[in-house]
């Protein structure tokens, strides 16, 4: 439940610190939309590794989270791609991130912890 309140929490937080910095929209002062979608992207992100991560690497998983979320938003800005609800940011970026990091951070065999890379597949 720990990584559940923290993960999101963080990501909405970078979410509405760096939003407008990263995808250059300083037309809209507070996006309160853009908030609500950080947390989801959070919520998407820890959940494949919400059992198997520490609270504290959950911190940084879920900032790096949002601007994950925040960098694929501008991604499909600068192709020209029409996501109103930032479906894909939300489910297809930070979905991904989420598995990717828990090959890397899983606190029995994750490559962090001095396990090969095994996880990954290779």
Do not use: E, Q
Request: hydrophobic share 50%; net charge negative.
């Amino acid at each position: 439940m720990t990584n559940t309140l923290i993960c999101p929490a963080a990501a909405g937080l970078t979410t509405f610190l760096f939003k407008n910095c990263i995808t250059r929209d300083y037309s809209v002062k507070m996006d309160i939309g853009g908030v609500c979608n950080g947390i989801l992207a959070g919520l998407v992100t820890i959940t494949a590794g919400c059992d198997n991560l520490y609270p504290w690497m959950t911190l940084l998983v879920g900032i790096l989270g949002g601007l994950v979320y925040c960098t694929a938003c501008k991604v499909l800005a600068a192709c020209k791609i029409d996501d109103p609800l930032d479906a894909f940011p939300i489910h297809g970026a930070c979905g991904a991130w989420g598995c990717i990091v828990v090959a890397f951070c899983h606190r029995d065999v994750g490559i962090f912890y001095g396990h090969d890379a095994a996880i990954l597949g290779w």
